[in-house]
Antibody, heavy 122, light 109 residues
Framework: EVQLVESGGASIHPGGSLRLSCAAS????????MGWVRQIPGKGLEWISG????????DHADSVKGRFTISRDSSRDTLFLKMDSLRVDDTAIYYC???????????????WGRGTLVTVSS | EIVMTQSPATLSVSPGERATLSCRAS??????LAWYQHKPGQSPRLLIYGASTRATGVPVRFSGSGYGTDFTLTISSLQSDDFAVYYC???????????FGQGTKLEVK
């Protein structure tokens, strides 16, 4: 059974940094692209970042480009999201999600975690 | 940038009845459309991909249809476990922008 468990969410002041982690199990992590999706309270889902199975390709939404960085460590079956220069409007539940392929373009998510809450407030 | 619009925002249906949820893309996405079910505090669950293919373990009462810009998720006979928020997701266009619709909340009538 695929399991994705996010951690690292916290309450933080604007301008601060956080690193989210996602521990993966139940599949061959090194053979699947991964991504992050967030849900702003009371709103819908926003795709944030994607990374290929090898880690060689990665993309970020314009709303976080230059501030957030997705990465992965296949030796630990773990996905990361480094978040810098956090803003109030980054407050959201952040979900880790798995693609059913090596690359993230042209694919949907076939498994999701339960999410971790990031609150940015002064 | 492509925009996905779901309707209605809230749908009230009685258990045992049929529910029909709509999703419209501002530009054609071929059949590259997925549907997810999301309950509070839980992981979103993939229901449909390729506009009409049920994911593993998804009951046959869930069906998807459509192509291009207009898509439908139908739940043929609502069970108590089906009341949730449903999102559509286009994965045809890159960059994805706002690839997800805003969701339809399916509630008990």
């Amino acid at each position: 059974e695929v399991q994705l468990v996010e951690s690292g969410g916290a309450s933080i002041h604007p301008g601060g940094s956080l690193r989210l982690s996602c521990a993966a199990s139940g599949f061959t992590f090194s053979r699947r692209a991964m991504g992050w999706v967030r849900q702003i309270p009371g709103k819908g889902l926003e795709w944030i970042s994607g990374i290929s199975a090898s880690g060689s390709d990665r993309d970020h939404a314009d709303s976080v480009k230059g501030r957030f960085t997705i990465s992965r460590d296949s030796s630990r079956d773990t996905l990361f999201l480094k978040m810098d220069s956090l803003r109030v409007d980054d407050t959201a539940i952040y979900y880790c999600a798995k693609y059913p392929a090596f690359h993230y373009r042209d694919y949907y998510f076939d498994s999701w975690g339960r999410g971790t809450l990031v609150t940015v407030s002064s | 940038e492509i925009v996905m619009t779901q309707s209605p925002a809230t749908l009230s249906v009685s258990p045992g009845e049929r529910a029909t949820l709509s999703c419209r893309a501002s530009q054609g996405v071929r059949s590259n459309l997925a549907w997810y079910q999301h309950k509070p505090g839980q992981s979103p669950r993939l229901l449909i991909y390729g506009a009409s293919t049920r994911a593993t373990g998804v009951p046959v009462r869930f069906s998807g249809s459509g192509y291009g810009t207009d898509f439908t998720l139908t739940i043929s006979s609502l069970q108590s476990d089906d009341f949730a928020v449903y999102y559509c997701h286009q994965y045809n266009r890159w960059p994805p922008g706002w690839a997800f619709g805003q969701g339809t909340k399916l509630e008990v009538k």
